[in-house]
């Protein structure tokens, strides 16, 4: 008797690397894949062993279903408080608080412990980019916030010249001063 040799079905799906796939066939692959692996997790609770979540960030991503956090929450008011001469602090806090309404679960501090991390991480960020340079690096990027620095004290003498000019008039005067901030800032 002659010995019968199986061929491969024609139905059957050729093998593709994930990386060749199209956004359709990665989607299908990706369900076939969940759901055969809910299906051995539910086969493995059914036997009695114990059974580990789906090798997914899906789960992680529900837990945290919730709405970005707003993050300028309260910085646009605090600079128009912080101009006008009649409204105190804790009158500002207040009506922060009333205008946050808590939308991003943190209430009226939210938004300063969201700036205060935000510097924090970007400090970080920047020192190891400092520590990653080469020492060429590190001259030129000086030598960049220096021409920088002397920019910014050139535009504040001339708004000052400007200003002794004019008489003087508020809003020049603020802005001298946010400059003058800035050149104290570089400096640092």
Do not use: I
């Not at 491969?8 to 990665?26: A, G, I």
């Not at 090798?55 to 309260?74: S, V």
């Not at 003498?157 to 800032?185: C, F, I, Y």
Request: net charge negative.
């Amino acid at each position: 008797k002659k010995k019968h040799r199986r061929r491969p079905s024609k139905k059957k799906r050729r093998w593709k690397p994930y990386s060749k796939l199209t956004w359709e066939e990665k989607q299908q692959f990706d369900e076939r894949q969940s759901l055969r692996a809910s299906r051995l997790r539910a086969e493995m609770f059914a036997k009695g062993q114990p059974v580990a979540p789906y090798n997914t960030t899906q789960f992680l991503m529900e837990d945290h279903d919730q709405e970005e956090p707003d993050l300028k929450t309260g910085l646009y008011p605090r600079r128009a408080a912080a101009k006008s001469d009649d409204t105190s602090e804790e009158d500002f806090l207040e009506e922060a608080a009333e205008e946050d309404g808590g939308s991003d679960g943190m209430g009226g501090d939210g938004s300063e412990f969201l700036q205060r991390d935000f510097s924090e991480t970007y400090e970080r960020y920047h020192v190891e980019s400092l520590q990653n340079m080469s020492k060429q690096e590190l001259v030129k990027e000086y030598l960049e916030l220096e021409k920088c620095l002397s920019r910014m004290e050139e535009e504040n003498n001339r708004l000052r010249m400007e200003s002794k000019k004019h008489g003087g008039e508020a809003a020049e005067m603020a802005r001298v001063r946010q400059l003058e901030l800035e050149v104290d800032r570089l400096r640092a």
